[in-house]
């Protein structure tokens, strides 16, 4: 097999490790829109290391991890129940939920007005920093 196919495995098995780790923490929830009785994802936020960090990662719902991935499909009215995600205590969750707003905000002032009210912690600008969405 490819190097490249290898490497992505090697990743994935490490990521469903912390499968149970994040419904625990999520309460079987979708971290950014709340939605629950629906498949979740593991979304992994701006990896810095080979292996994965369960501090990186966050559990989604098919929309939410639809419109982050494919941007043209971004129903924007959808991303307003970040103004719950950006309040989390998961940084990961507050990050995500931060970096999808600046999306957003591009096109809508509702989520202008959302950034203006966050605080992050400074290792929390940092991250955001290095966030890239497709």
């Known amino acids: 097999m490819s190097k490249g196919h ?6 994935n098995c490490g990521l469903s490790i912390f499968g149970k780790d994040l419904v625990r923490r999520s309460g079987a929830h979708c971290e950014l829109c709340g939605d629950h009785g629906v498949k979740l994802h593991i979304y992994e936020v701006a990896a810095v290391s080979k292996l ?58 509702w989520a202008v007005q959302l950034l203006e009210q966050v605080y992050l912690e400074p290792e929390e600008r940092e991250w955001l920093a290095k966030v890239q969405l497709p």
């Open 6 to 11: 290898d490497r992505y495995h090697e990743r």
């Open 52 to 109: 994965p960090d369960l501090n990186h990662c966050l559990m989604v719902c098919d929309v939410c991890f639809t419109q982050i991935e494919k941007p043209k499909l971004q129903d924007n009215n959808h991303w307003r129940c970040l103004n719950h995600s950006i309040w989390s205590e998961v940084p990961v969750v507050k990050v995500l939920a931060v970096a999808i707003l600046k999306r957003v905000a591009e096109q809508n002032f």
